[in-house]
């Protein structure tokens, strides 16, 4: 544990930051979770889904939690899987 006050506050920041961003990116996997499973079963909102997985995959990746490559190629595959 840091002594200097600075360096306290920092490591309190780093620990707030770092959740936020892991329950986005968790939030992020559950969607796409969401819309595949659906997508699997064969339901009627798969199109809500997608929406929602998509737009997850964009906040992901405009924040920085994703690289921007990664979240193409993620909503290339959701969009394929869709349009089987």
């Not at 360096?7 to 969401?34: G, P």
Request: charge should be positive; avoid cysteine.
């Amino acid at each position: 544990m840091p002594n200097i006050k600075s360096a306290i506050k920092r490591v309190r920041t780093n620990e707030k930051a770092n959740a936020q961003n892991t329950s986005q990116i968790s939030a992020m996997r559950t969607t796409i979770k969401q819309f595949e499973a659906a997508q699997a079963a064969g339901a009627e909102n798969t199109e809500a889904l997608y929406r929602d997985a998509v737009r997850s995959i964009d906040m992901a990746a405009s924040k920085g939690l994703i690289h921007a490559n990664k979240a193409g190629r993620d909503k290339a595959r959701l969009t394929k899987l869709l349009a089987k």
